[in-house]
């Protein structure tokens, strides 16, 4: 009984049958790809190890508040044909003024994306089908291939991803649009996996937009990863808005290096998805490194969110901010999980981590797990977390000039929900997520 | 520059040659071989001559505890333990008499063992000391002091096994009511071979006009201990119990698997303090004491309270969440705690509050303090489950690194399921900064003295809730620690 040696896993019949789906999915793709390719035995290896780990269940300390068994009743199909209606596909695009680039179930689409021969030199930009053809094209993917291969969707992602995006800013460069991304669902069931890699070089600034849509019947299973590496003084700022229809499941990782002296910030806007998970690992490996991690997720039915972070100091001087607020209505769950990590030699360290939620159901339901993990005497840390219902002084305050119950309870959730988007530098962007945010969650206010 | 102010105040620290507990009693003693099977456990049933159902409960137990694989989640690091490498009982032979004809139970006591009690200050004479201590060596409780006083009031304060063979309609009531057997790894052990501990019952609407207190002591080498404790509060009494704890100075881990369950009926309210300084062993901690400790307590009826207030000093390794059950409507749940960890102790402590009833309120204090190569954990739970309307809790979490070789950490988990209720939690970490040390010293205090007040004042929040003594000595034993000489 005291052995520590593990035994052989056991697996549901119904988590069993879903990998003996995603195995045979792989296989055909590396099929497919041709034997002999090199990225053959990387996703081997990917598939040997999910095989052997299997999907977590909610035994798993990760997965206690997540449970997958929804997402695993359904196999999501990896072909099909694409509905295109290009009208319907411009209108879902982001009002912002930007590069816009479109993927239609998970593959890039040049025809629906801006013509890229205006971009100044310095940028490259390429699809991750493109990079695949490559010999050895799969490997500015997987640099933190370990990291990714420690859960179970980044296992998938790596048997499974047949495109993305990878985009160079040399150094120095600046967009002075964001580059604006729209990944669309048309297909109910498909699955949609995608791996990009954004790599600033020294002082170069990014902007960057991403958006998780679906028209018509689009419900499918969206598996991203994403990399993302900023060297010296590089700037980026990130938004990712995430709207997928209520049945849909959305996996997203993502892994950032920061050199030094760069800033990052990032925005996750979580209000879709019958599943979704969102995290970022942050490593902040050079000294006066800033970073910005901000989540506003608004969930209702039986939705689960999941937003986490990971943020790890390595080196002195280093800032975090994060600001996480959380709306759950009717039965939805939430769960907020972030860690903040100070090795030793992170001296003078100031991190900070907020968390917080309103509940507006007797339903609803919040996991919150604010960690911090400090092996540095001389840091300014702290961590925060507070859930609660709207205050009744707050309503009767807005009541009292002439708001009805409705308006004042719409007004304040609302007011709640957008703080974290102050820290929206570009105006234009802001202003297009305020009102994209009130116009998405308002119908859902009374 | 850093380095420097460090290599000061680790200096101080490690001037810790002696742990003033760490003394060895020698007297005769009855011990078990080592090893732990089903005969043991009947041996040690057979040897407190316990009823049938006592024995069916630790054999329950036992199976069960074979059939679970030994945690380790909490964040510390050690050897799996080798569960057949430990004697599980031993008594001072006068002892096991004293246990048998409690009528002469005070000068029963084996002389030696009494020596060790006054040596370590506990009165376990009925002397005109304002408490009443029940004093537990090893596996055996040796004397329960105050009994006729508190007898005249309706009080039960006696040590378990006495309790097994007394009251066997209320142990059996209570026992595993709060902590089953199949609760965790460390409870099915204790409750298999569950050596002795202190039953406590107080009746309808009784205050208990003095503090009742247990003090253990581990002197055997290679035992471990596993007391049980139950204390039952009924409707609007009112109790403080205290308890303590010490061992000599080993070269191998002892283990100490400890199962408390307190029961708080309507409108009563129990306050339960406790001073662990077990022996944290030498300069890595080797040798220390292995403390696995399940303490749970229910807020059964309306209005109950129960407060847990910890100063965790000793041990290699501390693995303790008290908890509260807060059942009843209005009821309230409290955990103060004071953590001192120092050269290579790992603590992984803090607490459970789950609130079940309606307004049920929840205080949580937590002061962690890392010095040395130590791991400090906070680690907690509060959750509210969806029938508690109107549930409130306060969680504050502080952690201070005296040195940049410490760890300080915070795993708080927070689950909510009602929208009324408020749940708020904070966490800080901080240092003993250069400049204080240095206006400290400018204005003629020592460096020594100025760590302990400032930790003192660090831990002040949590110290005015111990009795008055026993701040004092939780105090003291603070600035012991961080002289080194405890730890």
Redesign the interface.
Known sequence: MTTLSKPMKKFSPLAQAAMDYYQSQAKQLMQAEGEGHAVTAFRQAALNRFLEQGFPTRKDEDWQFTPLSNFLKTHYAFNGVSRIDEAAIAAVKPKVDGWHLVFVDGYFSEILSDDLAGMPSGVSLESGKDALDFEQGFRVFADHETDIEQDAFGMLNAMLFDDGLFIELAAHVRLAKPIVVSYVQTLASHANTTRCKIKLGRGAQLQLIEQYVAIDAGCGFENSVCEIDLAEQAKMSQVIWQNLPEQGMFFNNQFIDLAEQAQFNTHYIGLGSAISRHQNHVQMAGERIESEQNSICFARNQQIMDTRTYTGHSVEWGASRQLHKLVLADQAIGVFNGMIKVDQKAQKTDGMMDNKNLLLSNKAQMNAKPQLEIYADDVKCSHGSASGQISADQIFYLQARGLTKQQARQLVTLAFLMEPLESVADHAVRDWLQQALSAAVTPYLN | M?TTQYEEINDILAKNQHYKEGFHTQTLVETFAKGLNEDVVKAISAKKNEPQWMLDFRLKAFRH??????PH?AKAEYE????QDYSYYSAPECGSCATDGQAESGSAVDPEVAKAFAALGVPIDDSDANIAVDAIFDSVSVSTTKRDQLEKLGIIFCSFSEAVQDHPELVQRYLGSVVPYHDNFFAALNSAVASDGTFVFIPEGVRCPIDLSTYFRINEAKTGQFERTILIAEKGSYISYIEGCSAPIRDTYQLHAAVVEVIVHEDAEVKYSTVQNWYPGDEDCQGGILNFVTKRGVCEGRNAKLSWTQAETGSAITWKYPSCILKGDNSIGEFYSVALTNRRQQADTGTKMIHIGKNTRSTIISKGLSAGKSDNTYRGLVKIL?GAEGARNFTQCD?M?????????????????????????????S?IGEDQLFYCQQRGISEQDAISMIVNGFCKEVFKELPLEFAQEAEELLAISLEGSVG
Do not use: K
């Not at chain 2, 505890?65 to 030994?70: S, V």
């Open positions: 850093q505890w074979q059939t679970m694989p030994e989640w799996p333990i080798d569960y969806p952690s690194l005296i040195g940049n070789q410490c760890g300080a950490h915070t795993f708080p988990y927070i689950e909510v399921q009602n929208p009324t209720a408020q749940v708020e939690h904070e966490a800080t970490t240092r």
